[in-house]
């Protein structure tokens, strides 16, 4: 039997009007953390005594305005068009919005858990909180606190995100809290694997925690939601999972990559920034597989997390000389591959498949 995908728009007009859609949720984030920091500051006539006008709003409003991909809004989006959605919609802004605050209460919390001093080249909300600590000359510690403030501006994001989705239809409530659900699991299991010298399965293990903590609610979920909304039936919706768990292996692997090798003045991070951090990634593991002599020692270190920067150097270049940065690079262009396919036997209207497919290629290998 011959599929015949929905009518959609051209991909110029879906081009068009992704851009349209990424501009409008810009403007109801501006508009949402505004509206949130008046009500922060509603009845009371003083500032924050430590944190003074850089309060917790506003920490999360820098957070979630200073740059960023807002790759969830733009997977969401090319679900809603999967579907046959030909124009924007507020529920669609809304579920995007909530989407990129979804991923702040991420980042403030799993910043706070990696010990980063940076986020998109400025100070990490708990690092810009504990300074603000100690130039108020506060008592007790400037780092518990940063650390205390970070987690706060994190449950903010998490309220204000949640306030947005609470009147879209139920499918889609229900998607989103199965999405959170994971995300969380996701960064429980990140810091139990960190916990473990060697973990069984480390492998199965890490690929586990980069689904859950970064492909699921980066790529697969919202590319469901998306398309949930805009009412695909469940042949779309399956294609679109297959689909986005492929490409969000590729995200987490390629987030891998750019955490040993990226440029700090385009990541925004430090160099080598997962291996002082000894982040139990794909990485690491298979590092653990092929490395030997000296090598394997630092490995080994890091796993116990008492390496040093000599470690760091020696187990980078490893990675290198043994292969592991080749085959990571490979599986990466085997996911999508196999990501394409699925989409070229997926009952999707054209401007979709090539819209999703445009959109694989900048995310497999993206610099940032």
């Avoid at 509206?35 to 509603?42: A, E, I, K, M």
């Avoid at 998109?120 to 205390?148: F, K, N, Q």
Wanted: proline residues 4%.
């Amino acid at each position: 039997m011959t599929l015949v995908p929905a009518p959609s728009h051209s991909v110029h007009q879906a081009h068009d009007s992704h851009a349209a859609h990424l501009h409008a949720v810009e403007a109801l984030l501006t508009d949402r953390l505004a509206d949130l920091g008046t009500q922060w500051r509603r009845g009371t006539a003083v500032a924050d005594t430590v944190l003074g006008d850089d309060d917790v709003p506003e920490l999360l409003t820098t957070l979630v305005m200073s740059g960023g991909k807002r790759l969830r809004p733009q997977m969401c989006w090319w679900g809603w068009v999967a579907a046959g959605g030909c124009d924007d919609s507020p529920d669609l802004v809304r579920l995007s919005t909530a989407l990129e605050l979804l991923h702040a209460f991420g980042l403030a919390q799993d910043d706070v858990m990696d010990e980063s001093a940076l986020r998109r080249g400025v100070p990490t909300v708990h690092v810009r909180a504990g300074r603000r600590h100690r130039g108020a000359g506060a008592t007790g510690d400037d780092r518990r606190y940063g650390e205390s403030i970070a987690v706060l501006a994190g449950d903010l994001a998490h309220v204000e995100a949640g306030a947005l989705v609470s009147g879209l239809p139920a499918p889609v409530r229900t998607l989103w809290w199965q999405m959170s659900v994971e995300l969380v699991r996701g960064q429980a299991r990140d810091l139990s694997a960190a916990a473990l010298t060697s973990p069984d399965d480390a492998i199965g293990q890490a690929l586990e925690v980069a689904h859950a903590k970064s492909g699921a609610y980066t790529i697969q979920r919202p590319l469901e939601l998306g398309a949930t909304l805009g009412g695909a039936g469940q042949d779309v919706v399956t294609a679109l999972g297959r689909y986005g768990r492929l490409l969000g292996e590729a995200f987490a692997l390629r987030d891998d990559l750019l955490g040993v090798w990226g440029d700090p003045d385009v990541t925004g991070k430090p160099s080598s920034d997962d291996l002082t951090a000894g982040k139990a990634t794909v990485l690491l593991a298979l590092a653990e597989q092929r490395c030997t002599g000296p090598a394997r020692a630092a490995v080994d270190r890091m796993r116990g997390n008492s390496h040093d920067g000599d470690d760091v150097e020696v187990v980078r270049k490893a990675m290198e000389s043994e292969g592991v940065r080749d085959l990571v690079e490979q599986r990466i262009t085997r996911a999508v591959t196999d990501a394409h396919a699925v989409l070229r036997s997926a009952p999707l209207p054209p401007a979709a498949v090539e819209g999703l497919e445009a959109v694989s290629e900048r995310i497999a290998w993206r610099r940032v």
